[in-house]
């Protein structure tokens, strides 16, 4: 029974990667089911006996993608002491993660020229989450006394789009800026309102 489990995991996994291959190439849009069928070695159908439609897969790619960036995030910050130093650590890495080439967020709002998906969904299952994780090393700054006393959702929010506006900017929009400077300033604008005196 294990086995069969197992296999079907593996199965899954195969669609799941070959989709983010494919979408990587044109955007997820323009992927089809067969040209994913093909990078997975798996029929058409079995697709769809994983997957109701194209559009679940590209949910299921977005939700198993934000739980990994999550996972690798905390396994980045969790041994850091101070709530400041976490919060550098977790700018840096989300300059690294969503600058390089083929990231998920590059995959789902690049190259195809838009996207059939829920904004809703996105939020639920990626934004939301990221952010309470910030929103809970504000609150342990807030108690240590590190930080002054904020609002942790909307300081969160903050720092999530400063920092996603500028990713955005670094992808599809001409910036004179390099991703280290831009990761420079965002520092010395949040930890300058942040950081008690």
């Keep these: 029974m294990d086995s069969i489990v197992s296999l079907k995991l593996d199965t899954r996994h195969k669609i799941l990667n070959a989709a983010l291959f494919i ?4 955007g997820f849009i323009k992927a089809t089911t067969d040209q994913i069928a ?6 058409e159908g079995i697709i769809y006996h994983y997957f109701k439609s194209k559009d679940e897969l590209c949910f299921e790619m977005i939700k198993e ?10 396994k980045e910050i969790e041994n ?7 919060l550098e650590r977790l700018i840096d890495f989300h300059f690294q993660y969503f600058t390089r080439e083929g990231n998920i967020f590059q995959i789902i709002f690049g190259k195809s020229g838009g996207s059939p998906l829920m904004f ?6 990626a934004i939301i989450p990221y952010s309470e994780i910030i929103e809970d090393i504000i609150r342990y700054g807030i108690e240590s006394g590190e930080f002054k006393d904020v609002e942790p959702v909307a300081s969160a929010s903050g720092l999530l789009g400063m920092m996603q506006i500028n990713i955005l900017r670094l992808h599809f929009g001409p910036t004179p800026l390099s991703a280290q400077k831009i990761e420079e300033t965002i520092k010395q604008i949040f930890f300058g309102g942040l950081l008690k005196k």
């Design 23 to 26: 979408a990587a190439r044109n």
């Design 38 to 43: 093909k990078r997975a070695k798996v029929s």
């Design 65 to 74: 993608h934000a739980e990994g960036y999550r996972h690798q995030l905390v």
């Design 120 to 125: 809703n969904y996105i939020l639920k299952v």
């Design 80 to 86: 850091i002491l101070k709530a400041k130093d976490k």
